[in-house]
């Protein structure tokens, strides 16, 4: 890859640091170079221009370096986009987390030029020890796959479904949420109607909009006309930023829309949100049948009481 058509972006919340990458870069002929400072300028960068390599630092001001990374994987465009994160210490924890969430190598500050220049020789080369996972699945088209979450709160017992033809999606979305929530996942709707339908049933359902054969407003249109699953909240996961398919989505009885990529702190706090209004109309139900319970019984005791009463 000739370092002139390169496109480099570098996110970085300290300024001079992204300086003195963009200078060091700039002597190795890298022409084409772009630097912010936060994570969601760094996504509308990879939506405006095919970047080729991302730089970042693992905490920015409004996400972490990981978060950025999980949406950059959750995207289509930029999935496979190699990511180079650099850290001001060598945390093996935050290594290993790294490393699940995508990303393909890493530089511990400080570091010279010719050390820069290595890594990225490295990766644009396939020869970074980390490339290979930079993508890992464990869903395929035939499969049903429950991830279970042993980090999650012994308090937390809430399920949710995520429904994605493309199984590296699934992988994200559940690498974004599994530590607080017990993951299903379809690859497809009819795998994602029988899984909505079956006890226990999820308390969320993240549905993805474009997929084949059964796309998800029609998924949505039958869980909703289902008397068992028509209660389960439905958020759509889409690249549609266009009006019309979010009315079509609350009109088939969606409770919200995400697009992607998808920011992990909205997805955590769309999620968090739902669930605990889910929670809150179930206990509604249960004590409203409760009190119907009540009334019934009393109902029956008057009878029976007036019925004593009559016979001789």
Known sequence: MSTENTKILIV???????????????????????????????????????????????????MTGLELTNSIRSSERTQKTPVLMI?????????????????????????????????????????????????????????????????????????????????SNIDVIAGILKDTYKILAATSGEKALKIAASSPMPDLILLDIMMPEMDGMEVCRQLKNNPLTMDIPVIFLTAKTDAETALEGFSLGAVDYITKPVNPLLLQARARNHIKLKKSQDDLKAQVNTLLEMAHLRDELERMSQSEIKTP
């Not at 395929?140 to 479904?161: G, H, K, R, Y």
């Open 12 to 62: 970085f919340d300290f300024f001079p640091m992204r300086n003195m990458i963009k200078n060091d870069l700039l002597i190795n002929n890298y022409k084409h170079l772009y630097s912010v400072e936060k994570g969601m300028e760094a996504l509308q960068v990879c939506e405006d221009e095919a970047i080729d390599l991302i730089i970042t630092g693992s905490n920015l001001p409004d």
């Open 87 to 167: 850290l001001t210490e060598t945390d093996i924890d935050l290594v290993n987390h790294a490393i699940s969430a995508g990303v393909n190598d890493f530089l511990v500050n400080p570091f010279t030029p010719d050390i820069l220049y290595q890594k990225l020789d490295l990766i644009f080369t396939g020869k970074s020890p980390f490339i290979e996972k930079a993508i890992s699945t464990n869903v395929t088209d035939e499969q049903i796959v429950i991830t279970d979450s042993p980090q999650a709160p012994s308090n937390s017992d809430a399920t949710i479904l995520v429904v994605d033809d493309v199984p």
